[in-house]
Structure formats: structure tokens, C-alpha cells
């Protein structure tokens, strides 16, 4: 028989875990000498031993381990995987029916009812993401469900955890047959390029998916689009489909410009009347200023942390600057897609951000939209921090 840990609960978090809350935080646990190896099951106790709840150990940012279970009489085996597993894939049935899609989430982690582990579907690919080596532990239980669920081409995975140099020379192929990257997907009828071998970015955030057919179906057409931290340019794509006048893609990185051009490409647009710019944001906005440039749409989709050599941003601090930058080359009645990942504060305090960048110019301004995590990354509604996305779309009004 497997020995499982209990952890004591510290007094004043047995309510936490009363009410469900999944994440087993440092901070909650009186013994966490107790804990060995990662992917060890652990029992949360209160002071009189009474079960709280059953989980395993996994280090992963604040947290020491994933509850899994409030149920005391639950065994975590292969069928706890597996219901959760079809439980989670049933819920996406309508984005398998959509032919139009072929790229979704099919487990979120603890809003699927397992922290730490992510399964992302690529048409018929699979992309397990590992966020702890306890998690990683229970990676044949994972794979044995998709094997049963049969017919898909390949998996990979990405750990996302410290593996000390480890896996050096892996290229994240699990199973199946190896394939050819990129592969192209396709979302809402737009293609992308996808690269489930080649670091920890795959060329698409699949949790951006309805920004982007807001962007394509209500807010390019006839725009001047500026696409900034635009990693591989899908939001300049997005726009450019939707009848863009054009789209200019401003990124830091290098394989940006490569990058972006592939993404047009797959799509039969010429990149050659689009703007693909290597640079530091901040650097292009004095730039655009200078030129007095003016833009009607401006999509702000920064990193919650970025440092580059002549700046450090961070959402927390530094959002309102960024609208302030954006207002200066911000055409009449133009509109801002302001979003953030960072799950540090929520949609209210985004929105003061906002605000106070608006406030600053004194321009004056209205909401059209927000928009949060679509429904394939589903939530703990237990677990704010799991609602991580915050979408918001302004326009300015004069
Ligand atoms: N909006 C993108 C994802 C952005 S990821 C999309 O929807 O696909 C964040 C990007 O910000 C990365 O590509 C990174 O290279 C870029 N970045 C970080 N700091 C930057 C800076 N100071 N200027 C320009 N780009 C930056």
C-alpha cells in the first residue's frame, strides 16, 4: 500500500479548504517537513486529524501541491484520471463538432479538476503540459487515457517545471508519430502555424481565441492596425482577414519578424504590404510620436513582466503609462484592445488601470467589451487566480 502524507492544516486556513479551494498553499501547512518526494499523495488534516482533503505533492509557484479530491472515500488511481479526463473532453463536444476550429484546450488543470496539468488539442495532436514533477509523475496514467481514447497522430509535452538541465536534447515528442512541424491549424477559418517541438511557445495562445474573432469580425475592417508585443502576429492576421487597411506588428524578438511572415503566409496575405517591426515597444511608441503616426486600432497584449535593456514594465505598475503611450498615437473615436495575464489583480482593478491612463490625458472614453478565458479553459470557481485573462475594449471618444 502507497503511504500517504498528512499535512496539517494551520487553524485559520481550514476554512479555505472547507470551501474547496484546490491549491495546498505553503503558507496553510504546519508539517511541510513531512513531504518527501513530489508526486507523493497527501491527506490535508485539521488539528484533530480530521480529513479535509486529498491531493499530491508538487511544488509549483506559491503552491506546494494540487487537493484533487474533498471526498475522503475518492482513491486517486488510473479511474479517477480517466473520469476526469472524459469528463472534461465531454464538455468540449461542441468544439469538436466546429470545423471551423481545430485547436482547443480539452483539460484546464484545477478548473478540470487536476492542478497542474494542461492538455491542449493541435487537430489530432496532442500537448500535455506538466507544471510539477509531482504532476509529472502520473504521466502513464494521463497517457493511458488517450491511448484508450485512441485516434489521435502524435503527443508532446512541455515540462514546466526545473528539470536541472535534464531533458536537454528532448524535443517534447511523447508518442505516436513524429511529425513534420509547423502544422496548421485553424480557428474560426484563419490558419495558423503551430510548433509543438520548439520551446515553450507554440506559435498560437489558444486562450486569446474569441479577442481574436472580435478583432476579425467587429473592429479591423477598414483599420490601421497596431499589433504591439505581437509575438507571432496571430491578432495582426486576425485583422488583416477582417479587412485591415493595414497591420503593423511590433516585437522585441528576433523570430518575431520570420514568425509574423509565416503567419501571413499560411493565410495567402501578403506580408510585404504589412508592417513587421523588430523593436522594443516603448522605442516605437516615441517613434510613431515623432512621425506623428495615428493608428485606429491598437491591440496591447504585454507579458506581466517584460525586461528589456532600457526598460522593465510590469502590468501592475506600468499599465497606465502604456495607455498613455497608446493615447498619443491614437486616432479619432480609435479603440484600444487593452489585455493582461496577469492574474495578481482582476478585471476591477485592470479597469482603474485604464482609467487612470485616460484620466492622465484627459480623454475621455467608453467600454465596448470584455472578455475573459473562453470556454475551453475552463475554471475552478474556487480559484480566482485560475481567471487569469482580462480583455478589455475602449474607445475613445471625441
Ligand atoms: N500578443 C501575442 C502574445 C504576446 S507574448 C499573441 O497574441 O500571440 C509577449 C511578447 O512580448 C513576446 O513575444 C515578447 O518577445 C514581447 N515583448 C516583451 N517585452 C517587449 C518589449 N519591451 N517590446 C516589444 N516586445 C516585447
Same mark, same amino acid.
Given at each position: 500500500?502507497?503511504?500517504?502524507?498528512?499535512?496539517?492544516?494551520?487553524?485559520? #486556513?481550514?476554512?479555505? #479548504?472547507?470551501?474547496?479551494?484546490?491549491?495546498? $498553499?505553503?503558507?496553510?501547512?504546519?508539517?511541510?517537513? &513531512?513531504?518527501?518526494?513530489?508526486?507523493?499523495?497527501?491527506?490535508?488534516?485539521? *488539528?484533530?486529524?480530521?480529513?479535509?482533503?486529498?491531493?499530491?505533492?508538487?511544488?509549483?509557484?506559491?503552491?506546494?501541491?494540487?487537493?484533487?479530491?474533498?471526498?475522503?472515500?475518492?482513491?486517486?488511481?488510473?479511474?479517477?484520471?480517466?473520469?476526469?479526463?472524459?469528463? &472534461?473532453?465531454?464538455?468540449?463536444?461542441?468544439?469538436?463538432?466546429?470545423?471551423?476550429?481545430?485547436?482547443?484546450?480539452?483539460?484546464?488543470?484545477?478548473?478540470?479538476?487536476?492542478?497542474? %496539468?494542461?492538455?491542449?488539442?493541435?487537430?489530432?495532436?496532442?500537448?500535455?503540459?506538466?507544471?510539477?514533477?509531482?504532476?509529472?509523475?502520473?504521466?502513464?496514467?494521463?497517457?493511458?487515457?488517450?491511448?484508450?481514447?485512441?485516434?489521435?497522430?502524435?503527443?508532446?509535452?512541455?515540462?514546466?517545471?526545473?528539470?536541472? *538541465?535534464?531533458?536537454?536534447?528532448?524535443?517534447?515528442?511523447?508518442? *505516436?508519430?513524429?511529425?513534420?512541424?509547423?502544422?496548421?491549424?485553424?480557428?474560426?477559418?484563419?490558419?495558423?502555424?503551430?510548433?509543438?517541438?520548439?520551446?515553450?511557445?507554440?506559435?498560437?495562445?489558444?486562450?486569446?481565441?474569441?479577442?481574436?474573432?472580435?478583432?476579425?469580425?467587429?473592429?479591423?475592417?477598414?483599420?490601421?492596425?497596431?499589433?504591439?508585443?505581437?509575438?507571432? *502576429? &496571430?491578432?495582426?492576421?486576425?485583422?488583416?482577414?477582417?479587412?485591415?487597411?493595414?497591420? $503593423?506588428?511590433?516585437?522585441?524578438?528576433?523570430?518575431?519578424?520570420?514568425?509574423?511572415?509565416?503567419?501571413?503566409?499560411?493565410?495567402?496575405?501578403?506580408?510585404?504590404?504589412?508592417?513587421?517591426?523588430?523593436?522594443?515597444?516603448?522605442?516605437?511608441?516615441?517613434?510613431?510620436?515623432?512621425?506623428?503616426?495615428?493608428?485606429? %486600432?491598437?491591440?496591447?497584449?504585454?507579458?506581466?513582466?517584460?525586461?528589456?535593456?532600457?526598460?522593465?514594465?510590469?502590468?501592475?505598475?506600468?499599465?497606465?503609462?502604456?495607455?498613455?503611450? $497608446? %493615447?498619443?498615437?491614437?486616432?479619432?473615436?480609435?479603440?484600444?484592445?487593452?489585455?493582461?495575464? @496577469?492574474?495578481? /489583480?482582476?478585471?476591477?482593478?485592470?479597469?482603474?488601470?485604464?482609467?487612470?491612463?485616460?484620466?492622465?490625458?484627459?480623454?475621455?472614453?467608453?467600454?465596448?467589451?470584455?472578455?475573459?478565458?473562453?470556454?475551453?479553459?475552463?475554471?475552478?470557481?474556487? /480559484?480566482?487566480?485560475?481567471?487569469? %485573462?482580462?480583455?478589455?475594449?475602449?474607445?475613445?471618444? @471625441?
Amino acid at each position: 500500500m502507497t503511504q500517504i502524507i498528512d499535512l496539517k492544516v494551520r487553524p485559520d #486556513y481550514i476554512g479555505h #479548504y472547507k470551501n474547496k479551494y484546490p491549491l495546498i $498553499t505553503k503558507d496553510a501547512i504546519m508539517n511541510p517537513e &513531512a513531504l518527501s518526494k513530489e508526486g507523493k499523495l497527501i491527506h490535508l488534516v485539521d *488539528g484533530n486529524s480530521n480529513f479535509l482533503g486529498k491531493g499530491y505533492y508538487g511544488k509549483q509557484n506559491k503552491g506546494l501541491g494540487w487537493v484533487l479530491s474533498f471526498d475522503e472515500s475518492e482513491k486517486i488511481d488510473s479511474i479517477f484520471f480517466k473520469n476526469k479526463i472524459l469528463t &472534461a473532453i465531454n464538455k468540449r463536444l461542441s468544439y469538436y463538432k466546429d470545423e471551423s476550429t481545430t485547436a482547443f484546450r480539452i483539460f484546464n488543470g484545477e478548473g478540470d479538476g487536476i492542478g497542474g %496539468l494542461t492538455i491542449d488539442y493541435f487537430d489530432g495532436y496532442y500537448l500535455l503540459s506538466w507544471y510539477s514533477e509531482g504532476i509529472y509523475s502520473f504521466k502513464e496514467k494521463v497517457i493511458h487515457v488517450l491511448d484508450e481514447l485512441g485516434d489521435y497522430k502524435a503527443i508532446y509535452e512541455k515540462k514546466r517545471f526545473d528539470t536541472k *538541465g535534464q531533458y536537454m536534447d528532448d524535443d517534447d515528442f511523447v508518442k *505516436g508519430e513524429r511529425s513534420e512541424f509547423p502544422i496548421i491549424i485553424k480557428e474560426n477559418g484563419i490558419n495558423y502555424a503551430v510548433y509543438l517541438n520548439d520551446g515553450a511557445m507554440v506559435g498560437i495562445f489558444l486562450d486569446q481565441r474569441d479577442v481574436r474573432q472580435a478583432i476579425h469580425e467587429k473592429y479591423a475592417k477598414g483599420k490601421q492596425v497596431l499589433n504591439t508585443f505581437s509575438y507571432t *502576429g &496571430a491578432f495582426s492576421v486576425a485583422a488583416s482577414l477582417g479587412g485591415a487597411t493595414k497591420t $503593423t506588428s511590433v516585437d522585441l524578438a528576433k523570430r518575431s519578424k520570420s514568425k509574423t511572415i509565416e503567419q501571413f503566409s499560411v493565410n495567402g496575405i501578403d506580408f510585404e504590404q504589412q508592417d513587421i517591426i523588430v523593436m522594443d515597444v516603448f522605442d516605437y511608441f516615441k517613434y510613431a510620436k515623432r512621425k506623428e503616426m495615428k493608428f485606429d %486600432l491598437v491591440v496591447l497584449d504585454p507579458p506581466s513582466f517584460a525586461r528589456s535593456k532600457k526598460h522593465t514594465f510590469s502590468t501592475a505598475k506600468n499599465y497606465p503609462d502604456l495607455i498613455k503611450d $497608446t %493615447l498619443a498615437i491614437l486616432e479619432k473615436n480609435g479603440i484600444i484592445v487593452a489585455s493582461t495575464n @496577469n492574474a495578481s /489583480f482582476g478585471m476591477k482593478k485592470f479597469k482603474s488601470f485604464i482609467d487612470k491612463g485616460f484620466k492622465e490625458m484627459k480623454v475621455t472614453y467608453k467600454i465596448l467589451e470584455e472578455y475573459s478565458l473562453p470556454t475551453d479553459f475552463q475554471v475552478n470557481r474556487n /480559484f480566482n487566480q485560475g481567471n487569469y %485573462l482580462k480583455v478589455v475594449i475602449v474607445q475613445k471618444v @471625441n
